[in-house]
């Protein structure tokens, strides 16, 4: 079964950095998009950020470009999300999720958290100001 697990959320007061990792497993990492998603109380989910390392290809929401950095590390079956400059609006649940790649992603790519098909249970990032 696939089983993703995050780590690295925390306190971190405005302006400082927080890097995430998604562990993944029960999966063949290259056949998945793996994405980074976050929930904010009274908001709905979000894409923060998403990777297809078969394709290159990765996805940012236009409020952290330039602020966060996804990456992979393929034999390690992880997702990482480098958090740099963060801000109070950063604060969320963050999660890690993965779908079955279904076309190149140079021709789709997942961004949507309905469109995810395989979660972690999350871990919460909360920025001070």
């Known amino acids: 079964e696939v089983h993703l697990v995050e780590s690295g959320g925390g306190l971190v007061q405005a302006g400082g950095s927080l890097r995430l990792s998604c562990a993944a497993s029960?999966?063949?990492?290259?056949?998945?998009?793996i994405g980074w998603f976050r929930q904010a109380p009274g908001k709905e989910r979000e894409g923060v950020s998403c990777?297809?390392?078969?394709?290159?290809?990765?996805y940012y929401t236009d409020s952290v470009k330039g602020r966060f950095t996804i990456s992979s590390d393929n034999a390690k079956n992880t997702v990482y999300l480098q958090m740099n400059s963060l801000k109070p609006e950063d604060t969320a649940v963050y999660y890690c999720?993965?779908?079955?790649?279904?076309?190149?992603?140079?021709?789709?790519?997942?961004?949507?958290?309905?469109?995810?098909?395989?979660w972690g249970q999350g871990t919460q990032v909360t920025v001070s100001s």
């Open positions: 999720a993965a779908d079955p790649l279904r076309y190149s992603a140079s021709y789709y790519f997942p961004t949507y958290a309905y469109e995810y098909e395989y």
């Open positions: 029960g999966l063949t990492f290259d056949d998945y998009a």
């Open positions: 990777i297809s390392s078969s394709d290159g290809v990765t």
